[in-house]
């Protein structure tokens, strides 16, 4: 899957891929799937998972601020309340697209 065109359309993340494939996905859900180390939590060499203790998001972990891409394979979200550690790569967005792309 290699997106074509990536934009925010109300409270969705609208992804257009290179086959034709098109999805949607809700704001609120690529927030609570971040993968970045503090909502995700980091493993270790023994295989142990730290992560930040959970926390109840406010509103404005919702709305997204912009985006940025990282190389050729990812995107950086950029959340309205601060948080912008995430990086998530093409292969991550279309598994939390709903295991594929509609399309």
Known sequence: MRPKDIQQIGCELAIKCDDGGESFIPL????????????KGETDIMGNVYKNPGQKLPPTAFELVRFESVGGYAIQPAWRDGHATGIYSFDYLKR???????G
Not at 28 to 39: N, T, V, Y
Not at 96 to 102: C, F, R
């Open 28 to 39: 609120e859900k690529l927030r609570r799937c971040c993968p970045c180390a503090g909502c």
């Open 96 to 102: 939390i697209a709903g295991e594929g792309l509609n």
